[in-house]
């Protein structure tokens, strides 16, 4: 099973670069610079085993910092007893970190995967005078970051010195191993909702995602290469899976924090497909869009049924067919809010059996802009042409950058008819209604298109002319 059911980033401070590739952690990142460890192997008679290898190689410092590749191994092997295998991190000096203000702690590991949930994978921080008896922390939580890179983390809500870092493996369970690459904290992160900063001419890819589970009791349930909807390949994926019983309910989540927060009128474009053998309206009935600002979430939550065209409906019913649309997050009132994450939430129950080895795969999720203002218009067919234009709906906001525009015949494909922001439709000789599609698009590496606007022309004849009684 999948852990971390409340989704709640703090002040995570890792660096990217324009296309959401992992540079490092902050220039003034605070590493772990020394480490104990040891074990148990079960007592009372009971058989097992632990070991520690490369213990030294979660040393860091700023000034040396060492290679990604090098780590730790912690395993711990159960017969007929119960062992663990721990390494503990030690900071230079103190972390100051309160309930008002928790400092968080990042630990690069390997990927978690479900052997270790469950209360096999613990994370404690440990104060400087008492190492034994741990301070005040929340629950360890996963990031996942575009390259695949995995960090745990905890927030201590007191003053701490020490990261201990825990596997075991319970009766007669077998081996249980985990990697840990190094640990640091940002010492002026001060951001506990979302690392970035508000930057307006972001392009709006996540820079990390997070997964979680709720109210799951039977079957095996995971989402697998988390990351993968995050690298900004349409061709990889992060896949939904369930096996076993599902009928009792339970909810599988992956959340994705975005660079900071949205502009007003953002909108998420969502790729997805789904391998299995549902009917549409089952999956699309199952799947819930909320967005969150900071821990808070912000706008009504949605299915995506209600986001969905009858074509697109058809095309998620188990076809392995992509799908692209679009959710822009609003309140009861339809006004648009603000948001720096969106979590895709699947309710099992909704689909009466498990998901089966083919799931839902979620390929990309992306800010966008919001759709863009046009306004519908007429003709006469006796001149045939009417001039359109658009304009972004966020070309108002102060340092946002600039925008291109793009017509079509269609909502989704269809043929590019002009590039620029008016242009002429010409062609319009017979009475009757055309419909054109404008979308806009921020200028700038790894942007995409908004949600196109449709735009309406009216087509009429023009009035005939009265009869003129000529008088001899």
């Not at 663990?84 to 968080?104: D, N």
């Not at 946002?400 to 017509?407: E, L, V």
Request: charged share 10%; aromatic share 10%.
């Amino acid at each position: 099973m999948v852990i971390n059911i409340r989704i709640i980033l703090t002040s995570l401070v890792f660096v990217f670069a324009i296309c959401g590739k992992l540079l490092g952690q902050p220039s003034n990142a605070i590493y772990a610079d020394k480490q104990t460890n040891d074990g148990t192997a079960a007592g009372l008679g009971l058989t097992g085993s632990y070991s520690v290898t490369g213990a030294d190689n979660v040393r860091s410092t700023l000034a040396s910092p060492k290679p990604n590749n090098s780590f730790a191994t912690l395993t711990a092997t159960s017969t007929a007893g119960i062992s663990t295998a721990w390494i503990q991190l030690e900071f230079p000096s103190e972390v100051i970190s309160s309930v008002g203000s928790p400092r968080t702690v990042y630990l690069r590991t390997s990927n978690n995967n479900s052997t270790l949930l469950g209360g096999r994978l613990a994370v404690t921080a440990y104060d400087k005078n008492n190492n034994s008896v741990g301070v005040v922390s929340s629950a360890f939580s996963t990031y996942y970051l575009p390259d695949g890179t995995v960090f745990i983390a905890i927030s201590p809500t007191a003053t701490f010195k020490f990261v201990r870092v825990t596997v075991s493996s319970p009766i007669a369970f077998g081996s249980n191993s985990l990697q840990v690459y190094y640990g640091f904290y940002g010492p002026s992160a001060s951001n506990t909702s979302n690392p970035y900063p508000f930057n307006v001419v972001d392009c709006g890819q996540p820079n990390v995602t997070t997964k979680g589970y709720s109210g799951l009791t039977l079957g095996t349930f995971e989402i697998y290469n988390a990351w993968e909807a995050i690298d900004e390949s349409l061709t990889s994926k992060s896949s939904f899976i369930s096996s076993g019983a599902a009928l009792l309910g339970g909810h599988i989540k992956q959340t994705f924090f975005f660079n900071g927060v949205s502009n007003p009128s953002d909108a998420v474009r969502l790729i997805l497909s789904q391998s299995g053998s549902f009917l549409s309206a089952n999956v699309a009935a199952s799947i819930t869009l909320q967005a969150y600002n900071g821990n808070s979430s912000v706008g009504t939550s949605v299915l995506i049924n209600n986001l969905l065209d009858v074509q697109l409906l058809n095309l998620l019913g188990g076809n392995d067919s992509v799908i692209t649309f679009y959710f822009a997050p609003k309140d009861g009132s339809g006004n648009s809010v603000v948001f720096d994450r969106v979590e895709l939430d699947l309710n099992i129950a909704g689909l009466g059996v498990g998901l089966g080895a083919n799931g839902i795969n979620v390929h990309d999720v992306r800010r966008s802009p919001g759709i863009a203002n046009a306004s519908d218009a007429s003709a006469c067919s006796n001149i045939g042409t009417v001039s359109l234009s658009a304009l972004s709906s966020q070309i108002n906001i102060s340092g946002i950058g600039s925008f291109t525009y793009a017509w079509y015949t269609d909502i989704r494909l269809g043929t590019q008819l002009s590039a620029q922001q008016s242009w002429t439709a010409q062609g319009l000789n017979t009475p009757g209604q055309v419909t054109y599609y404008v979308e806009t698009q921020k200028s700038g590496a790894g942007c995409i298109a908004s949600p196109r606007k449709k735009v309406t022309i009216t087509v009429t004849a023009p009035p005939l002319s009265p009869s003129v009684a000529l008088v001899p």
